[in-house]
């Protein structure tokens, strides 16, 4: 990796940058995951970079969906196998939850190669090579999943979804929790529960929030749960945010 | 290519996608250019994936700058050259005005593909290898051009400008018409005349209004042109879409 003197102003930003620019040289992340990582910074950059309060609200919504799953299942892409192995294990292990490589451009070698840099960082439950059952409703190439796994899951948390597939998720009766920079994605609409963060802070957050809803009695079911508002307080953070810029 | 299939309700956008992970592959484009290109995708997103009332505005604006100009340059880089060879060129043609290969990641080689890949689309003026000056106040490798290119050029247009580059180009007297989908970038901020547009729209509609502009007369003089003014009216535009925005 490139060094980036952690006195740098955009340190954080540049650091993570550099682990998706390594995913690729190990194979990892797609040339197409790069871009969308892109995608994502301009929209971190329009929240200011930090949590707001709708993002806290809906990870507490997400804690407490996992936690009263049936069968929760972690989908993993190449973007969050590169930039948080380490949060989406623990999380899997807190949860008892396996995690699946579930990746948009599909190609068996990069399946593999993401489980192995997940068993590298201590991952020991990880589905998706088998591929042996599809999501109906979406093209073949992007519908393949693990029957044990996100097939036959009630929760599914899907970081950096694509919009359609969410969709499909959601027409076959899932519960889907989203983590997606944009609040205007198909993904962010779709999904049962949409983290509107940086995947760093909303899996440190979930993490956290998961610990403290088990030490303290399941958290609370979510029947009255307001994805749509909470949405909609993003938006309007980001709106005024942007009338407030300074121009020369 | 990975092949995309047309029914993808993001068909258009992933396809240009494509464009720039070939242009990786041809050794034209940066990773960092892809991150950036993620960047603009999420804001032409924001825009709503067509040309702003603003926008035209200012490449109306644009357009007269340019042919008004004693001695106009286009520089290049290789986001550029990937996805609107053909239209670079047509403009050169259009205005007399050379191409300028001038890359934010400097390596001889890959300014020689770039100038390589505009002659194989039919370019027969391309600058940029010799960089035999500087511009003044940025860091020597970033500030590499041709004497006879931008370096003595009275208008420039840079596309995807960096915003330190923007800011020095401004600083030495020039004027500056940038193409940057980011209505808040520094580029956007320092340049003469910001077209917050796609670049493949831009390109298009400047090469519409420059053959218009040249039937009728040249266009006339700018000395009024309100840039901020112009970048308020896309800022505020996307503030409404976003508030507009039909959630499920």
């Known amino acids: 990796m490139f060094r980036i003197p ?72 190449g973007n969050v196998a590169a930039l948080v192995p380490e949060r989406v294990i623990a999380l899997s292990e807190l949860l008892n939850a396996p995690l699946e490589v579930n990746i948009f451009y599909w190609t068996e070698a990069r399946v593999i190669k993401i489980k192995e840099h997940l068993e590298q960082h201590g991952a020991t439950n990880v589905l998706g090579a088998k591929a042996d059952a599809r999501i109906s409703g979406i093209e073949h190439a ?10 036959s899951a009630d929760v599914v948390l899907a970081p950096l979804e694509d919009g ?18 944009n609040p205007v994605s198909r993904t962010s609409k779709y999904a049962t529960v949409s983290i509107v963060d940086d995947i760093e802070r909303a899996l440190k957050n979930l993490i956290f929030m998961i ?34 810029e300074e121009l020369r």
Chains 1, 2 share one sequence.
């Open 6 to 77: 952690e006195t740098h102003p955009r340190y954080k930003s540049l650091m993570k940058r550099e682990k998706i620019v390594a995913g690729i040289e190990a194979g990892i992340t797609s040339k197409q995951g790069l871009i969308a990582h892109g995608r994502g910074e301009a929209f971190d950059y329009l929240i200011g970079e930090r949590t707001l309060p709708a993002a806290f609200r809906a990870t507490e919504a997400a804690a407490a969906l996992l936690l009263t799953a049936k069968k929760p299942v972690i989908s993993v892409n």
């Open 142 to 151: 992007r519908a393949r999943v693990d029957y044990e796994g996100i097939y």
């Open 164 to 181: 359609d597939r969410c969709k499909a998720l959601i027409a076959m009766g899932k519960k889907v929790v989203t983590i997606d920079l």
């Open 211 to 244: 610990k403290e809803q088990k030490k303290n009695g399941k958290g609370k079911l979510l029947e009255d749960y307001d994805n749509k508002g909470n949405l909609r307080a993003v938006i309007n953070e980001i709106a005024e945010r942007l009338k407030d």
